[in-house]
T-cell receptor, first 114, second 116 residues
């Protein structure tokens, strides 16, 4: 158990809908990263929050947004969903800002868009 | 932009044998970190080993070791005495150390099969 909790584990929704994925980082970790894992794109970095502030954006679509709350949990919001958004979404947490600090991954949320 | 390439989509090894997974990367940075992550069927990403680019000595963690060739931009993972529990997807990943906050850049992965 990495100490990072993601909910829900599985999510099935229809095209055009909006969903929210939740991540609770390890106790004491200030950084939260979101990644998308799909068959065609592989593992891609989406966005990084540190202590409530957005610090870096990767290949995140405009239909996606995220935030980190004062209690340090984070949510990834996906809207106007398309079939191609079906993927495994991971969050990872680490204690420091620097991305080379060891990060601990959650078990992911499997999103299926039908 | 940095890229990470894993040229072996799948590898197979007999239990107790040694296997080497390949990874090459491209970067213009002089200081960076390289990682190998394991993703078993449970799908959770687990850090196997980490290498700092400015360190000459290859990192080792028990049965796992790396061969880091900075000039060749190569970072291979050697697994000795392979065990059934080593069966998983293995991802090579890169992180810059120049002050940016971007997440890791991953390769496409190598599926490792352990034959009993």
């Amino acid at each position: 158990d990495s100490g990072v909790t993601q909910t829900p584990k599985h999510l099935i929704t229809a095209t055009g809908q909006r969903v929210t994925l939740r991540c609770s980082p390890r106790s004491g970790d200030l950084s939260v990263y979101w990644y998308q894992q799909s068959l065609d794109q592989g593992l891609q970095f989406l966005i990084h929050y540190y202590n409530g502030e957005e610090r870096a954006k990767g290949n995140i679509l405009e239909r996606f947004s995220a935030q980190q709350f004062p209690d340090l949990h984070s949510e990834l919001n996906l809207s106007s969903l398309e079939l191609g958004d079906s993927a495994l979404y991971f969050c990872a947490s680490s204690v420091a800002l620097e991305p080379y600090t060891e990060a601990f991954f959650g078990q992911g949320t499997r999103l299926t868009v039908v | 932009a940095q890229t990470v390439t894993q040229s072996q989509p799948e590898m197979s090894v007999q239990e107790a044998e040694t296997v080497t997974l390949s990874c090459t990367y491209d970067t213009s940075e002089s200081d960076y970190y390289l990682f190998w992550y394991k993703q078993p069927p449970s799908r959770q990403m687990i850090l196997v080993i980490r290498q700092e680019a400015y360190k000459q000595q290859n990192a080792t963690e028990n049965r796992f070791s790396v061969n880091f060739q900075k000039a060749a931009k190569s970072f291979s993972l050697k697994i000795s005495d392979s065990q059934l529990g080593d069966a998983a997807m293995y991802f090579c990943a890169y992180s810059g150390a120049g002050g940016g906050a971007d997440g890791l850049t991953f390769g496409k992965g190598t599926h490792l099969i352990i034959q009993p």
